[in-house]
């Protein structure tokens, strides 16, 4: 069983930037990759970002991709989500999910991650 816990987030004026951290304990030896998704109200809960727990695989949503840059540090056993750039579309609840069950190739979709933080907010008012 692999725990997340994010910190970050809060309420910004559009074009500012914000940093994201998602801290893993457990069995983060299992983990094939870690991502970030984020719901915002009425909607559906979206890929954001992943990144391989081991090598440099990464991939982005196209909606934050040049904005949005997911890293790692496995010392620390945490990855973090720099976003710049930010727009009032990008309000939402940000969550990391871990992926231990799976492969990166088996795509993005929710199901593919069997563990979840409990998210933090990001606001964005224009």
């Known amino acids: 069983q692999v725990q997340l816990v994010e910190t970050g987030g809060g309420s910004v004026q559009a074009g500012a930037s914000l940093s994201l951290s998602c801290a893993a304990s457990?069995?983060?030896?299992?983990?094939?990759?870690m991502a970030w998704f984020r719901q915002a109200p009425g909607k559906e809960r979206e890929f954001v970002a992943r990144?391989?727990?081991?090598?440099?695989?990464?991939d982005y949503a196209d909606s934050v991709k040049g904005r949005f840059t997911i890293s790692r540090d496995n010392a620390k056993n945490t990855i973090d989500l720099q976003m710049s750039s930010l727009r009032p579309e990008d309000t939402a609840l940000y969550s990391c999910?871990?992926?231990?069950?799976?492969?990166?190739?088996?795509?993005?979709?929710?199901?593919?991650?069997?563990?979840w933080g409990q998210g933090t907010q990001v606001t964005v008012s224009s």
């Open positions: 999910a871990a992926n231990t069950r799976g492969s990166w190739y088996g795509g993005t979709a929710e199901g593919r991650y069997d563990s």
């Open positions: 457990g069995r983060t030896s299992s983990i094939d990759h």
């Open positions: 990144i391989a727990w081991i090598g440099r695989r990464i």
